[in-house]
């Protein structure tokens, strides 16, 4: 279990793109992953995926291949080229080992097949992370403050406590960001998907009940006025 010292290296939260033709799987996805608290937005064809990569960061991009107009092949080969590191995990119907390796040589980090399970899919998703950042445990220490990637729960001297899903996305965000300001911009960009309506007023209510929740714990979440937040760990 990683100590204080490897605090940053936390990376659970996912912003997520699924590029993927089938609306009825897309809207299935999504609501999965929004109910394990992940925000995840949504491409239909490489064009649109182009776009949303343009002018929003991901953490993770989920990535089909046969799609209208240029294949994900395509979508993967030219994010490489352009020096771009961020992990793809390809999602197909296409078994075939040739389509594995292809893949794989072009780039992409991990290989589902369809038919899958959603459990799965999260994850595969969790280790491309955890991989990415370069933690090698779901559960990490913070103080006195336990938290586990996986089962998104949380734990002060052992004893857990209890977080709405808002409240373990805005927890996690902070224990990435530790000792750093976040704008309230900063935080509803990696906490909504482009069409989910939210208020500066959501995002403080949150909080409130969030910092009610730690008021044992090492972790403090400081207000800088007219900044932002700033979340910080007493040991």
């Known amino acids: 279990m990683p100590d204080g010292n490897n605090r940053e290296t936390i990376a659970a939260l996912m912003r997520m793109l699924l590029i993927e033709d089938n609306q009825a799987l897309a809207d299935a996805t999504r609501e999965y992953f929004l109910n394990l608290g992940h925000p995840l937005d949504w491409a239909g064809s490489v064009e649109h995926a182009e776009r949303s990569l343009s002018f929003d960061d991901f953490d993770l991009l989920i990535l089909d291949i046969n799609l209208p107009g240029r294949s994900g092949y395509q979508l993967l080969q030219s994010l490489r080229a352009a020096g771009k590191r961020i992990p793809v995990l390809i999602l197909t119907a296409r078994a075939e080992i040739d389509d594995r390796v292809s893949a794989l040589d072009l780039g992409a980090d991990d290989y589902l097949v369809k038919p899958f399970d959603f459990r799965e899919l999260a994850a595969r998703c969790r280790a491309l992370i955890r991989r990415e950042r370069g933690d090698a445990s779901n559960e990490l220490q913070f103080g006195n403050l336990t938290f586990n990637l996986a089962t998104q729960s949380a734990s002060v001297d052992g004893r857990p406590i209890e977080l709405r899903p808002r409240e373990v996305q805005l927890l996690e965000l902070f224990l990435k960001n530790l000792d750093r300001v976040l704008t309230k911009d ?13 208020t500066p007023n959501a995002i403080e ?18 207000t800088i006025r007219g900044l932002g937040y700033l979340a910080h760990v007493d040991d």
Do not use: P, V
């Open 186 to 198: 900063d935080i509803a960009n990696r906490l909504y998907t482009f069409d989910e309506a939210y």
């Open 205 to 222: 209510q949150a909080l409130t009940r969030l910092r009610r929740q730690l008021a044992d714990s090492s972790l403090i979440i400081k």
